[in-house]
């Protein structure tokens, strides 16, 4: 199976990343073929100002994005992960991953879980809580006989989350993101391949790269695959840019039976006691 990442610098104009996403889309599978197309987080409209987020948002099904990407499945009859799109649902607002099949249907929709309320150590803030609520639901889809799981940019600091999609199943692990630049160049290859060797799975993590919100703030991009063993087997320069990685699912069995650390899990067996 062949995965494809696509890597962008999204601005604050939706017309113009979706024109990217297309090209982007369409050069990759004409080249390489693969079965499922990842986007990063935000992919359709990017910005630091809470009116404009909220103002690009879409309820789904329906809207310009969603549309856009149901049309772009069925075109190359591929699995498309889009990254994520704001979302309105009443008076809600939720940063929201969707998924369509090769027929153009959506088959999953993932609501970021943890939230992104940060001070970098350059003192820029993030309160993405001030606009976003958050998601409830652990959610898996499946590709033929593979099931892929779901996460979004701040939700890989978490183990518990991945640790729940392997336990039901994942094979792969998706995590689109718009990780920034100061906390990336640290940590984001540290918690992939942590992420890949604890839940034995392919690891894609899918970024946003370079500046936005006029140059305030800034993406690492640095788009990844990690294999079960934690090797890095494919990675995007720090431009816009598609890369694409073959799953070797035989690999991945071999890691699992010579290393069966699913089947030593023993902590959610004990009896919890309060001393």
């Known amino acids: 199976m062949k995965i494809s990442l696509v890597q962008m610098n999204s601005q604050d104009d939706k017309s113009v990343n979706l024109q990217t996403?297309?090209?982007?889309?369409?050069?990759v599978v004409k080249a390489e073929s693969p079965q499922l197309v990842v986007l990063p987080e935000y992919f359709a409209f990017l910005d630091d100002n809470v009116s404009a987020m909220h103002a690009s948002a879409e309820t789904f099904p329906g809207g310009e994005t969603w549309t856009f990407l149901s049309s772009m499945a069925?075109?190359?009859?591929?699995?498309?992960?889009?990254?994520?799109?704001?979302?309105?649902?009443?008076?809600?607002?939720?940063?929201?991953?969707?998924v369509f099949g090769p027929d153009g249907q959506q088959i999953a929709r993932y609501r970021k879980i943890h939230l992104f309320d940060v001070e970098t150590p350059e003192g820029i803030l993030y309160r993405e809580s001030d606009s976003i609520r958050r998601g409830e639901d652990v959610v898996t889809y499946r590709i033929g006989d593979l099931t892929v799981g779901c996460g979004i940019c701040y939700d890989i600091r978490f183990p518990e989350l991945f640790q729940q999609l392997r336990d039901r199943g994942a094979d792969i692990i998706v995590l689109p993101a718009a990780f920034t630049l100061s906390?990336?160049?640290?940590?984001?290859?540290?918690?992939?391949?942590?992420?890949a060797i604890e839940t034995q799975t392919y690891f894609v993590a899918v970024g946003q790269t370079g500046t936005h919100a006029g140059g305030k703030k800034a993406c690492y991009g640095h788009s990844m695959v990690v294999n079960p063993w934690g090797h890095m087997i494919a990675q995007s320069p720090d431009l816009v840019a598609a890369i694409t990685a073959n799953i070797d699912l035989e690999y991945m069995n071999m890691v699992r039976k010579s290393l069966p650390v699913a089947n030593h899990q023993?902590?959610?067996t004990i009896p919890?006691?309060?001393r």
Request: glycine fraction near 6%.
């Open 21 to 27: 996403a297309a090209t982007l889309i369409d050069n």
């Open 74 to 98: 069925a075109k190359h009859r591929i699995t498309l992960h889009a990254g994520s799109i704001v979302e309105k649902d009443g008076e809600d607002f939720y940063n929201t991953s969707l």
């Open 183 to 195: 906390t990336g160049k640290d940590h984001w290859e540290v918690l992939a391949r942590a992420r």
């Open 266 to 268: 023993i902590l959610k």
């Open 272 to 274: 919890q006691t309060n």
